[in-house]
Each structure stands twice: as structure tokens, then as C-alpha cells.
């Protein structure tokens, strides 16, 4: 149990994540879009007739699936409720504006289709948006997570490490971003609330906080990292100190000067950070 004074701890930090949500490869996506004609990762549809070359999945993801029944995200029924304002319609709803995310948009775009992404953080980035806890880094060489679709941008962009840290993997996701005009088709602070397929119009029906929307196809490319996780310890809602997620770090950043500190996890997060929070 947590010890609810001051006195014991001045700040808590949870180095904790919720791995349990999914995500569809882009380039698995894509393909399944070009080659196969799929209507989208869950829900059946007609093909779309601009069919284009393979497109590179360097993770040989397979072609995702539809599901034996009509799935609903956190189980949300709308479509007998439908809200006041116009839905928004597009081919293509993307959710998630990460690295996955931003290829999705820019290679669906170039198939001729209309897309919209919802990203409810105020940037591109994904995780590395939400992650800026002290020596966030990437543990992959940097060039890694240089796209290599675009030539242009291999020779634009130059890593400054190795192992870049999180303002710098940001800021790449950020080049790209205004490079190719990614942002005008980004509705940012925007989170999508339920979902729906709606067979007799082949649509889903998308509830978004910023109203409705409409498309033959939806991608979740929200990744596994980028949901925090709690857990549940006795006392954790009455501790009076200061408490901090490295997966909601604020941007600001924190002063732990003269602070007693714990960190709760050890995992790659908490790795990085305790020798920096220690110095």
C-alpha cells in the first residue's frame, strides 16, 4: 500500500503501459487495399478500383482479417442515435496520427482516396508525443525510423545519435509531417468514441469528439504504446505527494531537486529514467 503523507515520498512515478490495444501494419493495410481489394481491417466493402503496386511492409505483416462478428470499439451502439450535426465522409478514417499513421495517410493519399486521421495529442508523433519523460530514447539505431519511401527525405534528414532521444525522433515525425503536407488531413485533440458498421450503407459509423464521421474503411493505428496503465495499489488515490507517468510526462518537465522519488516499474522506461531523475 502507498503511504498517503508527504512525509514518506514527495513524488511518485509510474513507469507503467497498456500493451493490450492493437494495431494494423500500414504497409499490411495498404497492401491488402492495392492487391486484394479488402474493404478495411475489420468490416466487409466493395473493392476499390485503383489498384497500385505492393507496398513495402519490411515486418511482412499479414493481411488482416474481418472478424466473425460485428466488433464495436468500448462496445458503443450509436447508429439508432444518430448525433445533430453532419457526419464527415471520407474513403478512409485512420486513427492515430504515429508512425504508422502518417504512412497510412500519405500512401492512401497517393491510391486517390479521401482520408481522415484522428489524433486526440496536439502533434504528430504517437508515442513519442506522449513519451518525454527524462532519457526518453529510442533503443533501435535511429535510422530505423527514417521512412524509406520518400529518397528525399533520407537525404534531408540527418540523426544527430545513434540512439536518438525522444525531441529528436519527435521532431523528425514533425519534418515529415510538413514535408508532405500530412497535417490539413489531421484533426488534432480529436478522440474517436465508438464505431460501428453499418452493413445495409457498407460504412462505418465513427463517433468522434468532434463530431461524426463516415467511411468505407477504418484503420486503428493506435499502437501499444501510447495508453497509460495505473495499477491498482491500495492507497494510490490518497497519496498526497506529486505523481507523474512517463506516458503523460509534462511537457515542461519536472524538478525533482531535493525530492524523495520512487519509480514504480523497470521496465525500458524506467531505465532511462531513474539515472537521469538520480543525477
Same mark, same amino acid.
Given at each position: ?7 514518506a ?6 513507469a ?25 481491417v ?13 507496398a ?6 499479414q493481411t488482416?482479417r ?23 465522409r471520407?474513403?478512409v478514417?485512420v ?6 499513421g ?15 486521421v484522428?489524433?486526440? @495529442? &496536439?502533434? #504528430?508523433?504517437?508515442?513519442?508525443w506522449?513519451? +518525454?519523460?527524462?532519457?526518453? %530514447?529510442?533503443? /533501435? *539505431?535511429?535510422? $530505423? ?20 532521444a ?6 523528425? @515525425? &514533425?519534418? #515529415?509531417?510538413?514535408?508532405h503536407?500530412?497535417? +490539413?488531413?489531421?484533426?488534432f %485533440?480529436?478522440? /474517436? *468514441?465508438g464505431? $460501428?458498421w453499418?452493413?445495409?450503407?457498407g ?5 468522434t469528439?468532434a ?17 497509460t ?6 492507497? +494510490?488515490?490518497?497519496f ?7 506516458g503523460?510526462?509534462?511537457?515542461e ?11 514504480i ?15
Amino acid at each position: 500500500a502507498m503511504h498517503s503523507g508527504t512525509e514518506a515520498m514527495a513524488a511518485v512515478i509510474w513507469a507503467s503501459s497498456d500493451m493490450v490495444r492493437a494495431s494494423c501494419p500500414a504497409g499490411a493495410f495498404a497492401s491488402s487495399l492495392a492487391g486484394q481489394g479488402l474493404g478495411s481491417v475489420y468490416a466487409p466493402a466493395p473493392s476499390i478500383e485503383r489498384p497500385v503496386g505492393q507496398a513495402h511492409d519490411a515486418g511482412g505483416a499479414q493481411t488482416p482479417r474481418r472478424p466473425a462478428a460485428e466488433p464495436q470499439i468500448h462496445g458503443r451502439s450509436f447508429m439508432s442515435d444518430p448525433q445533430s450535426q453532419p457526419a464527415e465522409r471520407h474513403d478512409v478514417v485512420v486513427v492515430g496520427a504515429g508512425f504508422a499513421g502518417l504512412y497510412l495517410l500519405h500512401r492512401l493519399r497517393g491510391m486517390g482516396l479521401s482520408v481522415r486521421v484522428y489524433e486526440r @495529442a &496536439e502533434g #504528430v508523433g504517437g508515442t513519442w508525443w506522449w513519451n +518525454r519523460y527524462p532519457g526518453a %530514447r529510442c533503443d /533501435v *539505431e535511429s535510422l $530505423q525510423y527514417s521512412y524509406s519511401w520518400d529518397p528525399e527525405l533520407e537525404r534531408d534528414w540527418t540523426w544527430s545519435e545513434k540512439y536518438a532521444a525522444q525531441p529528436e525522433i519527435q521532431a523528425y @515525425a &514533425e519534418f #515529415v509531417a510538413e514535408r508532405h503536407d500530412l497535417k +490539413r488531413d489531421i484533426r488534432f %485533440r480529436t478522440s /474517436v *468514441e465508438g464505431a $460501428q458498421w453499418d452493413e445495409a450503407a457498407g460504412l462505418w459509423r465513427i463517433a468522434t469528439s468532434a463530431g461524426p464521421a463516415e467511411a468505407r474503411h477504418l484503420v486503428l493505428a493506435t499502437g501499444c504504446l501510447s495508453s497509460t496503465s495505473l495499477p491498482d495499489i491500495p492507497g +494510490r488515490d490518497a497519496f498526497r505527494g506529486e505523481t507523474y507517468h512517463t506516458g503523460l510526462w509534462p511537457h515542461e518537465g519536472v524538478d525533482f531537486t531535493g525530492k524523495k522519488v520512487a519509480v514504480i516499474g523497470t521496465g525500458s522506461s524506467a531505465i532511462q529514467a531513474i539515472p537521469i531523475i538520480a543525477a
